[in-house]
């Protein structure tokens, strides 16, 4: 009896193809792609079990690149990206894709000083410093926006990510919004070619080389910062004003950011007065037309349900939810599925 | 001399099969020939398969920047430039560093092992070394940023640019992260599997060379470079080139250490990058087709590369065998 069911989960696992469900007694569902939500996804999905045991998900998070493309040749049931996909790899879906944004988060400008000042820095330092044009902590651009600090006569050492990351999509997305010349010379991606600094892999290498290197500054996700208690600046943002990066102020830019109704939005550098300005979501990819009948009906059963009670974990796990206008949106839109 | 033995004993056998009962059967004699030949095309199909499938992979990328791809070190995703000569140059250095220092350290070490060290010494060495290798890349990699880097950064580089400031290779900035640190892990990486194959090679030297040595007058140095080094010469030569192999492909701990800056710098403080590494960062998140193609392509060189440093190899030892026995011979 043990292994008959043994065999019937193998046989589960032959078809990932996934289309051809078997009427199995329990579902799975199968998702592939991006790394910065797993955390909470794969909270959900244990959650989840609890409210409906008739279906399991399994996710592998192997990068947005590989989300997208899974879902594209449909090879799983969901996809998830840290960023839009862009209308070229969007023309190659069989069907019309859906936007679900679910949570969103935060870059953050982290830097190792003697004494761990807090600093404030605001667009032009920014971009200056990433393009490699302020080279020293004591540049009067730099100076300017802190007074009250002394900053040392050191080199700058900047840090970005290596790998293709969602965290770069959001980190480029701001600096081409904010300097002009940022998005002639380098532009948006989830890696680009950078035009100073050195490469850590992933948001533990470039908190490494942080840490390590005195003098260094680059960007790390919020939790990172958090958990690794980096220092970590304010940031001006378009009204004006320094905000802090947390849940608040990410929430802050979400509700302000002009989202359209495809939800391939970007919420970088949003006109609210409280919004941190270097933020992004993360989304799932979902087929409008659900090929399999009764898969795409527990997949909107969960869609739904992560909309309303999921979203309620997203501050314990440091992801910020999404202001009420935008969920009941995407309520909306999760009941446009046609199964 | 495997070959005499075969046909002498096939020459031998229908003479005791007249003799005997019945013909034995050679069946199982050949169906072991066809299973062991079947395994070595397999390997043979497999490498085959690997290329094409890399080239198949690549070929947008191919048609689109043919011969520039190996020549120009652009590597843009979001303009779709792509160039992979800093990521060649960054493998084909950290590698030759790797080797300058794993070489000499591995191959006194194993003769330290093998004629030197007392006898109880031997196995708890070896033990050790051979832990070494079981190290996951990983943990060295972030052995190498938290531990090495820092200590690189503070006295060996300071002291390497005092005193050899002067030439081109150690000036400028010292971050730690550099192409002289993924070096190092490197060398650390193929320590272990140089001093075991060396070791092994060393071991198999007959005593008989070492016996003559000592009765020529010998010292115990010159015996064990005369007798032993000298004669085990291509095997340690192979040795270096199993480890050269895992030079040019390791991927992860370079990636942590080696600053992954796409550049041509002669400074070995400067960042640089290797075509594993990039492979590695980037491949998960590709989602142009193009930028899949540019990454596959580098997959494709890398295969090259490393067909191509073993092929060098091999040659260089075929002269070097060549030029040693007519040298005995004179």
């Known amino acids: 009896m043990k292994s008959f069911r043994f065999a019937h989960k193998i046989f589960a696992v032959v078809l990932l193809g996934g289309i051809s469900a078997t009427a199995s007694a329990q579902m799975m569902i199968n998702g592939a792609g991006a790394t ?185 996700e919020l939790i990172y910062a958090i958990q690794n208690k980096m220092s970590f600046g304010e940031v001006k943002n378009s009204a004006g004003n320094f905000a802090k990066p947390s849940i608040e102020s990410i929430t802050a830019a979400l ?38 009948a009764a898969k795409g009906k527990k997949l909107v059963e969960f869609l739904k349900w992560a909309a309303k009670d999921g979203e309620k974990m997203a501050k314990d796990l440091q992801y910020a939810p999404m202001p009420e206008s935008l969920r009941q949106r995407v309520l909306k839109r999760i009941e446009e599925i046609k199964i | 001399m495997n070959g005499t033995t075969g046909r002498a004993i096939a020459a031998l056998e229908p003479q005791t099969a007249r003799h005997a009962m019945a013909p034995p059967s050679r069946f199982g004699d050949k169906a072991f020939e066809w299973l062991t ?42 303009a779709e430039q792509f160039g992979a000569l800093s990521f060649i140059y960054g493998t084909l250095i950290s590698s030759l560093i790797a080797l300058l220092i794993a070489v000499p350290l591995s191959i006194a070490t194993a003769a330290y092992l093998t004629e030197l060290a007392p006898l109880w010494i031997r196995q708890p060495l070896v033990s050790l070394i051979e832990m070494l290798a079981a190290i996951p890349s990983v943990i060295l990699g972030l052995w190498g940023i938290f531990v090495m880097i820092p200590w690189l950064r503070d006295y060996p580089f300071p002291l390497l640019k005092r005193l050899f400031g002067w030439t081109p290779f150690f000036t400028g900035p010292i971050y730690g992260t550099s192409m002289l640190a993924g070096g190092i892990i490197i060398a650390i990486m193929i320590l272990p599997i140089i001093t075991s194959v060396s070791r092994e090679i060393l071991r198999s030297v007959p005593n008989l060379q070492r016996e003559a040595a000592y009765a020529l007058g010998a010292t115990r140095w010159e015996a064990t470079r005369i007798a032993v080094l000298s004669y085990a010469k291509k095997g340690l030569f192979g040795a270096v080139i199993l480890g050269l192999g ?47 193609q540019a990454l596959f392509e580098i997959g494709l060189v890398l295969f090259g590369t490393t067909i191509l440093a073993n092929l060098l190899a091999q040659l260089l030892l075929q002269t070097m065998s060549t030029t040693s026995t007519t040298r005995a011979v004179q």
Do not use: C
């Open chain 1, 36 to 220: 910065f939500p797993y955390p909470i996804y794969s909270k959900w999905f244990d959650e989840y079990a609890k409210v409906d045991p008739s279906v399991r998900f399994n996710y592998q998070s192997i990068g947005s690149g590989g989300g997208q493309k899974q879902i594209l040749a449909q090879t799983v049931d969901f996809g998830a990206s840290d960023g839009p996909m862009s209308d070229e790899n969007l023309s190659k879906a069989p069907g019309k894709l859906l936007h679900i944004p679910t949570v969103a988060g935060a870059d953050v400008v982290a830097y190792n000083l003697a004494g761990n000042p807090a600093l404030k820095f605001d667009p032009d330092t920014i971009a200056g410093i990433f393009l490699g044009q302020i080279k020293k902590w004591n540049d009067p651009k730099i100076t300017a926006l802190n007074s009250g600090v002394t900053l040392p006569d050191q080199e700058i050492v900047v840090v970005h990510r290596s790998d293709g990351s969602g965290t770069t999509y959001i980190w480029t997305d701001y600096l081409s919004k904010i300097s002009p010349e940022w998005k002639t010379k380098v532009g948006t991606n989830t890696s680009v070619n950078w035009p100073t600094g050195i490469g850590g892999k992933g948001n533990e290498g470039v908190a490494g080389q942080i840490k390590q290197t005195p003098g260094a500054l680059g960007y790390v």
């Open chain 1, 255 to 292: 509700a302000t950011a002009d989202i359209p109704d495809d939800f391939r939005f970007s919420i970088t550098n949003a006109p609210g007065p409280d919004a941190y300005p270097i933020a992004g979501a993360t989304w799932l990819l979902v087929y409008e037309q659900q090929k399999d």
């Open chain 2, 246 to 292: 895992r030079a040019l492909g390791e991927t992860m701990a370079v990636t942590m250490v080696i600053g992954n800056t796409p550049q041509i710098a002669a400074s070995l403080f400067k960042p640089g990058y290797t075509l594993a590494s990039v492979i590695a960062n980037e491949f998960t998140e590709a989602t142009t087709d193009m930028y899949l």
């Open chain 2, 37 to 78: 030949l079947a395994m070595a095309l397999a390997v043979v199909v497999l490498v085959i398969l690997l290329g094409w499938e890399l080239w198949g992979g690549s070929s947008l990328a191919i048609r689109k920047f043919g011969f520039h791809f190996l020549t120009t070190s652009t590597w843009d995703p979001v």
